[in-house]
């Protein structure tokens, strides 16, 4: 069965560098979910997207942007990175409330 | 407080031993309860997922939902050292866009 699956797995920047991580959500899945987990965290909820329109928000910075194309693909866009950002970045998607997550993006921020 | 709450644990177990998790909640809108298996630098994988109140088992997994007392388990039975890994709760609800929340997830070893 299709999964999500995330680009790229392993991202390393340099602080104040910008970062752009893509989700690719199981088909017919009308959710996308963008979640950030640092070391020993539980995941921390970003923000959301129904049928490709923002649904809710999170805990994110105002550095990260997000969007959900035609095609359903999602991209997290993160802006003047801190060393605080490095972190694993999780996709998820959803229908009718049943989520199934991607492998993520382990991020380092240098 | 958070909504869901989870102990962090670790647990460690011997081989074959029964392990409980459980998480509880604050908000009863909640309908749609979930547990996640996280090996370690991997994205959660789900594992069982309930609709409201009741029980669901599949093969060594059960879990439990008790929406009146806003509690949920997972009982592993017959443990293996391969169950080792951390097992996240996380619940939703349809009047929230079944945005999840997630419990802070328990670390469990299976010991050999």
């Known amino acids: 069965a299709a999964g999500v699956i995330q680009s790229p797995r392993h991202l390393i920047k340099e602080k104040r560098e910008t970062a752009t991580l893509k989700c690719y959500p199981i088909p017919r899945h009308d959710t996308v979910y963008w979640y950030q987990q640092g070391p020993g965290q539980d995941p921390q909820f970003l923000i959301s997207?129904?049928?490709?329109?923002?649904?809710d928000k999170g805990s994110i910075p105002d550095r990260f942007s997000a969007q959900q194309f035609s095609d359903y693909h999602s991209e997290l866009n993160m802006s003047s990175l801190e060393l605080g950002d490095s972190a694993l970045y999780f996709c998820?998607?959803?229908?009718?409330?049943?989520?199934?997550f991607g492998p993520g993006t382990r991020l380092t921020v240098l | 407080q958070k909504e869901v709450e989870q102990d962090p644990g670790p647990l460690s177990v011997p081989e074959g031993a029964i392990v409980s998790l459980n998480c509880t909640y604050s908000n009863s809108a909640f309908q749609y309860f979930m547990w996640y298996r996280q090996y370690s630098r991997k994205g959660p994988e789900l594992l069982m997922y309930t609709y409201s109140s009741g029980n669901k088992e599949d093969g060594r997994f059960t879990a439990q939902v008790d929406k009146s007392s806003k509690y949920i388990s997972l009982f592993i039975r017959d443990s293996q050292p391969s169950d080792s890994a951390t097992y996240l709760c996380a619940m939703s609800a349809r009047s929230n866009d079944y945005k999840l929340s997630f419990g802070a997830g328990t670390t469990v070893t299976v010991r050999a």
């Open positions: 998820a998607s959803s229908s009718m409330g049943l989520a199934s």
């Open positions: 997207f129904y049928e490709k329109m923002q649904s």
